[in-house]
């Protein structure tokens, strides 16, 4: 099945909100969790990351929430610009693990002005 | 300068042939991966290294082996191209306990 899920294939925001994109994940080993951004035709690139030992981090607009007992964990895009416009990508591993990234669907975010 | 490059960037095969994709990186990184992207299924991890003359099966392995001559390079190789194998193909590298993985801009093969 698949281990990490993104349920949401899209999500529009209006300029200026705050996005939220969801992630779910059923492996209780996995301690790094990540999210990569996408533009059409490019490379997915890190965003940011968060290792099992936090619950949260900030970098500028972009939050990391993780919910372990949950198995979640969510990105918030605060002032979002029509230039977040892209799929964005969650993905975890266990670190002690085979290091394989697991990747999730990916979730395609619209920023309407 | 891209430290991660793929070749071809885009390709046509015909059914039943033989297909390579190539992925040079120069991050000094001992992981390797590659992908392949389809609509609806995020990035799906084909195979992997992570020392060079060795590789490992990822998650969907079928139809394809891996090569990995030296630690810079690392090849995909499809003996028997079929029209489910049509996708976008990325190679990724990454350091040994830092997971950020940096991405290749990507091949596009389309099989006929």
């Known amino acids: 099945g698949q281990q990490v899920k993104q349920s949401s294939p899209s999500l529009t925001v209006q300029e200026g909100g705050i996005s939220i994109l969801n992630c779910d994940y059923e492996?209780?080993?996995?301690?790094?969790f990540a999210w990569y951004k996408k533009y059409p035709d490019n490379s997915p690139t890190l965003l940011i990351s968060v290792r099992s030992n936090v619950d949260k981090r900030e970098d500028g607009r972009l939050t990391v929430f993780l919910n372990k007992s949950g198995k979640h964990f969510s990105l918030h895009i605060t002032a979002s610009q029509p230039e977040d416009t892209a799929v964005y990508l969650c993905a975890a591993v266990n670190q002690g693990g085979s290091a394989k990234l697991i990747f999730g669907e990916g979730t395609k975010l619209t920023v309407s002005s | 300068e891209a430290a991660v490059t793929q070749s071809p960037r885009s390709k046509v095969a015909v059914t039943g042939g033989k297909v390579t994709l190539s992925c040079h990186q120069t991050n000094n990184h001992d992981y390797m991966y590659w992908y392949r992207q389809d609509t609806g299924h995020g990035l799906r991890l084909i195979h992997y290294?992570?020392?060079?003359?060795?590789?490992e099966k990822g998650d969907i392995p079928d139809g394809y082996k891996a090569s990995r001559p030296s630690q810079e390079n690392f090849s995909l190789i499809l003996e028997l191209a079929s029209l489910s194998q049509t996708a976008v193909y990325f190679c990724?590298?990454?350091?040994?306990?830092?997971?950020?993985?940096?991405f290749g801009p990507g091949t596009r093969l389309l099989v006929l």
């Open positions: 990724a590298s990454s350091d040994w306990g830092k997971d950020t993985q940096y």
């Open positions: 290294s992570y020392v060079a003359d060795s590789t």
């Open positions: 492996n209780d080993m996995f301690d790094y």
